[in-house]
């Protein structure tokens, strides 16, 4: 009989690219997932971990024992489900991984309207970029993440996971307060702030940008929203705002006529496959929605 903690563990190392990486995730020593896995190995008798330089890479054998592991898990997410709908009411705690303005906007809204309908229902909310955070729900270190994507890129989502979207969020083009850009080569003249160059807000900001006829010089760089509306309204920089950022800081900004004004970021509600139909995830997800159909959220 294989030891399902153990499968976990080399599934991480398959989802990390390491046994290093795999043991800071889950809070393990590097010594005790290898002496876990080593077991795992006298288990199954066959090898599924070899060395790669100085790294580890699963075999084949390895490989496809984590194809199988997934199964199991997706198994086991909807037996849980099936066993909560028993209840025939939301209840318990699951952890829901978030991003920045969204859990400034719209979350805190949302945990009052899931409080008081489902008073058995404890929503613990943390905040990860969306990398981590689909690397952290994918090894069950979280129950669900709330997340964003872009026009024209991947929202990050992969197999084993099950994505719903809960709302739109327009993004507008704001220029540095008090400046006009008559042209495409006027506009590359000005610094923008942008999130980091690999994640898919700047990919798609910079699309916008190339097809506008421009290739931005981004001077700043930086995951926090709220410091590129600063830059703006201090006329230190360009930025794309979400509606949602604006509405909650109050801010009196006017969005370029120049920069196109029709494009939004989908807001989504990623779980597990299998997970899915759980009462919990749904009561915190229906009050999402709810929330993110407010005109002050919209």
Not at 44 to 66: D, I, M, Y
């Amino acid at each position: 009989m294989l030891d399902l903690n153990r499968l976990r563990l080399l599934r991480e190392v398959s989802l990390r690219g390491s046994m290093s990486a795999a043991a800071r995730s889950l809070s393990y020593s590097h010594s005790a997932i290898s002496q876990q896995l080593g077991q795992l190995e006298r288990e199954t008798g066959v090898k599924l971990l070899e060395r790669a330089g100085r790294n580890v890479q699963l075999t084949k054998a390895g490989l496809e024992l984590v194809r199988n592991t997934e199964t199991v898990l997706a198994a086991m997410e909807k037996a849980e489900a099936d066993l909560a709908s028993s209840h025939q009411r939301a209840q318990g705690a699951v952890t829901v991984a978030a991003f920045a303005s969204i859990s400034r906007a719209a979350i805190p809204a949302a945990l009052t309207r899931i409080i008081d309908a489902h008073p058995g229902l404890e929503v613990r909310i943390q905040r990860y970029e969306p990398e981590d955070a689909i690397m952290r729900l994918a090894s069950r270190q979280v129950d669900a993440i709330i997340t964003d994507s872009f026009p024209g890129t991947s929202s990050g989502s992969a197999n084993g996971l099950h994505t719903t979207i809960i709302g739109q969020d327009p993004i507008r083009g704001y220029l540095p307060t008090g400046l006009q850009v008559p042209d495409a080569e006027a506009a590359a003249t000005l610094p923008w702030v942008m999130e980091p160059a690999e994640s898919a807000s700047a990919q798609w900001a910079l699309r916008v940008c190339r097809e506008r006829g421009f290739e931005p010089r981004v001077q700043h760089v930086s995951s926090d929203l709220l410091f590129h509306l600063r830059m703006v309204e201090r006329g230190l920089a360009a930025a794309f705002l979400p509606d949602m950022l604006i509405q909650e800081t109050g801010s009196r900004l006017q969005p370029s006529n120049w920069l196109p004004a029709d494009q939004s970021r989908t807001i989504l509600f990623i779980a597990r496959k299998g997970s899915e139909r759980n009462l919990a995830l749904n009561a915190v997800q229906r009050a999402l929605e709810e929330e993110l159909r407010q005109p002050e959220n919209m």
